[in-house]
Nanobody
């Protein structure tokens, strides 16, 4: 069982930055795909970014490419999402997620078995 706890959300103005963090319980496993998803009110959950350390892969949704960076700290079993140049359309609840060990990166929500409770990001002037 993997427990995930997100932090770092908040309210920022357009063009601002935030760094989301996700702490994972248990031993770090490079074969897990780790991802960030978001869900805005009235919309479906969508993938933002993902990383698979063992395969050396990263994924970014087109909407955040060039503005976000996903990273991991293996020693701390932590996942991060640095978000820059934030836009009002980035407003959503952001969730950290993990898969069971797998050979390749996962980019779809159904591929993830473990989820955090979410952290709210609000971008407004």
């Amino acid at each position: 069982q993997v427990q995930l706890v997100e932090s770092g959300g908040g309210s920022v103005k357009p063009s601002g930055s935030l760094r989301l963090s996700c702490t994972s319980s248990g031993k770090y496993d490079s074969a897990r795909s780790m991802g960030w998803f978001r869900q805005a009110p009235g919309k479906e959950r969508e993938g933002v970014a993902a990383i698979h350390a063992e395969g050396g892969e990263t994924y970014y949704d087109d909407s955040v490419k060039g503005r976000c960076a996903i990273s991991q700290d293996n020693a701390k079993s932590s996942l991060y999402l640095q978000m820059n140049s934030l836009k009002p359309e980035d407003t959503a609840m952001y969730y950290c997620a993990a898969t069971v060990p797998r050979p390749t990166i996962a980019t779809k929500s159904y591929q993830y078995s473990y989820w955090g409770q979410g952290t709210q990001v609000t971008v407004s002037s």
